[in-house]
C-alpha cells in the first residue's frame, strides 16, 4: 500500500516542523454535484512522479494514513507502469507530481472524472506537510474554510488589500455550490489561509469578528485537524456504518468509523470515548495533567520543557466554570513568531481555541470556560530560550449572561451602598 516504506519506517519519521508560510474548510455539495465525490467502496489509487524522494513520498503517505486512520476512505498505491492510461469510466488515479516550474502548489477540488491521471501538483522545495494534506483534501473535495458561504459571520476580508491574482482563492461560495454539514468554523483548520498571505499591502485581509482568534487564523502544526476529519466523514457519509452503535463521544469527538465501538477524539483528549487525557500512540512528544480549580485563585506557569506539547486539563466542580487570567509571557516573543504559543479552548473542543504567541496577544480581560472544563495546550520546539507563560486560574459560578455571578453580586451591592450614600 505505502510504495515500497514499511508502516515502522513511517511511524519513526521524527515529527516534521517545518515554517508556517503555507496557505479550505466547507465541502462539495455532495448532491448538487455528486460526481465530484469519491466512491467509498474502493480504495482511491495513487503513485508519484518519478522524481519524487522517499523523503517527500513519506510525507504524503503520512497523510493518507490519517485519512485512513479516522475516515472510512482507503488509499492504495499502484506503479506507475501498471496503470491503465484510459479513463472508460474507471476512477482516476491520483498523481503527485513533484513540479519543479511551478512557484506554488496546486490541485482541483473533487473527483474528475475527465482525466486518468488527476494531479497534485507539489513544488516539494516550497510546500510542507500541511501544504501536502491541504492538496489531497482539495482532491476530497474540501474547499478552503475562507470560501464558506457563512464566512462573514467570523471574519472580516478585505479584498483591496489582496494580491489581484489570489483574489479568486478568496472568493465566497454559495449554497448551491457548498454545504458546511453542520461542521463550525474553524481557524485552526489546515485549509484557513493565514491573514498575510497573498496579501497587497503589509496589513491583513482577514479580520477576525473576535479579535482574540486574530493570531489563530491560519495558524497550524499537525496537517489536518480534528474537524478536517469530521468534514470529511460527514461528506462521505462514513458514521451511516455506525448507526446503532450507541456510542456515546465527549469533548466534542466523533464515532470512529472504522470501530463503531470507539471515538475520535480532539487532540487534547483520549480514551475510548475522549473523556481522558490525550494518549501519546501518535505523538510521543505530549505531556499531560489534571489541575483542579477552586474558590480561590491558583498561580501557575507553563514553561517551556524537553517536549513539543504540554496539556493541561482544568477542571471545576459541577456546576462551575474555570475563570483564568493570563499574566504574561517571557521572554517577550516576537508575535510573528511560530511557537511558542499557548492555545486555549474554553469548551468548543471540535475546533482550535484562541493561540497567544505574545504578550500583546494575551486578553485583557479574565476568559471563562463555558462548562465546567477548560484546556491549555503549551506548544513549543527547540527554541533554545525557555518560555514560560504566567496565568492563574480558579472556579466560579456564572450568571445566565456569561459573567462571573460573584463578581455580579458585587457590583449590584456597590450600586446599592453609592445610592444609600446619595440618599
Not at 148 to 173: M, S
Not at 253 to 267: R, S, Y
Request: proline residues 4%; charged residues 20%; contains cysteine.
Amino acid at each position: 500500500m505505502y510504495a515500497g516504506l514499511s508502516l515502522s519506517s513511517l511511524l519513526l519519521l521524527p515529527f516534521l516542523v517545518p515554517t508556517l508560510a503555507i496557505i479550505g474548510r466547507n465541502a462539495i455539495h455532495d448532491q448538487n454535484l455528486p460526481e465530484l465525490v469519491w466512491p467509498k467502496d474502493q480504495p482511491i489509487q495513487y503513485t508519484f512522479t518519478a522524481n519524487f524522494t522517499d523523503e517527500n513520498k513519506i510525507t504524503v503517505l503520512q497523510g493518507l494514513m490519517g485519512l485512513e486512520k479516522k475516515t472510512c476512505l482507503t488509499f492504495k498505491y499502484v506503479e506507475q507502469d501498471s496503470m491503465n492510461s484510459t479513463v472508460n469510466g474507471t476512477q482516476p488515479i491520483l498523481l503527485y507530481v513533484n513540479s519543479t516550474t511551478a512557484d506554488h502548489c496546486y490541485t482541483t477540488v473533487g473527483r474528475n472524472m475527465s482525466v486518468a491521471m488527476q494531479e497534485i501538483n507539489l513544488n516539494t522545495a516550497h510546500c510542507d506537510f500541511r501544504t501536502y494534506i491541504h492538496e489531497t483534501l482539495h482532491v476530497l473535495g474540501i474547499y478552503h474554510t475562507q470560501n464558506r458561504y457563512d464566512r462573514d459571520e467570523h471574519i472580516t476580508f478585505y479584498e483591496n488589500r489582496t494580491d489581484p491574482d489570489w483574489i479568486p482563492q478568496h472568493f465566497k461560495l454559495s449554497k448551491n455550490e457548498s454545504k458546511n454539514y453542520g461542521v463550525p468554523y474553524d481557524f485552526s483548520s489546515v485549509m484557513h489561509y493565514t491573514p498575510h498571505e497573498h496579501i497587497d499591502s503589509g496589513l491583513p485581509n482577514f479580520v477576525a469578528k473576535d479579535p482574540l482568534y486574530q493570531s489563530a487564523i491560519g495558524k497550524n502544526i499537525l496537517g489536518a485537524v480534528h474537524s478536517d476529519y469530521l468534514l470529511v466523514n460527514r461528506l462521505y457519509k462514513c458514521f451511516d456504518k455506525c448507526k446503532g452503535s450507541g456510542t456515546v463521544c465527549q469533548n466534542d469527538g466523533f464515532v470512529n468509523p472504522n470501530d463503531c465501538q470507539k471515538c475520535i477524539c480532539p487532540f487534547a483528549f483520549g480514551g475510548a470515548f475522549c473523556e481522558e487525557l490525550p494518549d501519546t500512540t501518535d505523538v510521543s512528544n505530549i505531556v499531560s495533567s489534571y489541575k483542579y480549580a477552586t474558590d480561590k485563585w491558583t498561580d501557575a506557569s507553563l514553561v517551556t520543557s524537553d517536549t513539543a506539547f504540554e496539556i493541561w486539563h482544568i477542571k471545576a466542580s459541577t456546576g462551575k466554570h474555570v475563570e483564568i487570567e493570563f499574566l504574561d509571557v517571557s521572554p517577550h516573543a516576537n508575535c510573528g513568531d511560530s511557537w511558542p504559543y499557548l492555545e486555549v479552548q474554553l469548551g468548543n473542543f471540535l475546533v482550535g481555541g484562541y493561540k497567544f504567541f505574545c504578550k500583546a496577544h494575551l486578553p485583557k480581560q479574565v476568559l471563562i470556560s463555558k462548562g465546567n472544563l477548560a484546556v491549555l495546550t503549551h506548544v513549543d520546539f527547540a527554541t533554545g530560550n525557555d518560555t514560560t507563560f504566567t496565568l492563574r486560574y480558579r472556579s466560579v459560578h456564572v450568571g445566565k449572561n456569561g459573567t462571573n455571578a460573584l463578581s455580579s453580586i458585587f457590583v449590584v451591592l456597590f450600586s446599592v451602598m453609592l445610592w444609600l450614600v446619595q440618599e
